[in-house]
């Protein structure tokens, strides 16, 4: 299996700073017939379902604000958050959907600090 | 309105039996591969399985906590997904949420509550 570890576990952030989030997994998830990554980051707010906001590593949902993106290929990725807003205080988990069974990481708590 | 809806959670005892299922509208539930992932209380994602679509062959790929006593169908005439829990443990009380799955999952249903206690 895919592992996935994400770091840090917990962040901290003054408003309209910039918050990273990072995920690698153990072995890359870029296929190569189409040099795509199969990664996609979830936000989860308390009593509510995930939702999709980054899907291929880098390519933003429909309706996802733009100060969020994310980067990296590989094994490694980052999700970036530009200028923080309160809505935006949640978990984060990075998925990979290259290979069954699908894994996420255990999840990354983002406060406003 | 494009929505999943889960129902069927509830209190069953360990080694007991249980089936969740969840209600698809709003989009062409036939053509759509489908995912259970769950939630423990406090704790992070955990993929359960997934089904592909008929006309992909219509089978199921589990995770190994649950291979061998959880069961994905689904009834395309009903638009509906089930999981059918057998053998349940202490380990599988959790939020149980379905998702649609073309790789990543972009429409979740609100989740149900399956808990298991003596």
């Known amino acids: 299996d895919i592992v996935m570890t994400q770091s840090p576990d917990s962040l901290a952030v003054s408003l309209g700073e910039r918050a990273t989030i990072n995920c690698k997994s153990s072995?890359?998830?870029?296929?190569?017939?189409?040099?795509?990554?199969?990664l996609a980051w979830y936000q989860q707010k308390p009593g509510q379902p995930p939702k999709l906001v980054i899907s291929?590593?880098?390519t933003r949902e429909s309706g996802v604000p733009d100060r969020f993106s994310g980067s990296g290929s590989g094994t490694d990725f980052t999700l970036t958050i530009s200028s923080l807003q309160a809505e935006d205080v949640a978990v984060y988990y990075c998925?990979?959907?290259?290979?069954?069974?699908?894994?996420f990481g255990q999840g990354t708590k983002l406060e406003v600090k | 309105e494009v929505q999943l809806v889960e129902s069927g959670g509830g209190l069953v005892k360990p080694g007991g039996s249980l089936r969740v299922s969840c209600a698809a509208s709003?989009?062409?539930?036939?053509?759509?591969?489908m995912t259970w992932v769950r939630q423990a209380p406090g704790k992070g994602l955990e993929w359960v399985g997934r089904?592909?679509?008929?006309?992909?062959?219509?089978?199921?790929d589990y995770a190994a906590p649950v291979k061998d006593r959880f069961t994905i169908s689904r009834d395309d005439s009903k638009n509906t997904l089930y999981l059918e829990m057998n053998s349940l443990k202490i380990e599988d009380t959790a939020v149980y949420y379905c998702?649609?799955?073309?790789?990543?999952?972009?429409?979740w249903g609100q989740g149900t509550l399956v808990s298991v206690s003596t």
């Open positions: 291929w590593a880098s």
């Open positions: 709003g989009f062409t539930f036939s053509d759509a591969w």
């Open positions: 998925q990979q959907y290259y290979t069954t069974p699908r894994t």
């Open positions: 998702a649609t799955e073309d790789g990543r999952s972009a429409l």
């Open positions: 089904i592909k679509s008929k006309i992909h062959g219509g089978t199921a």
């Open positions: 072995q890359s998830v870029l296929y190569s017939s189409n040099n795509k990554d199969y």
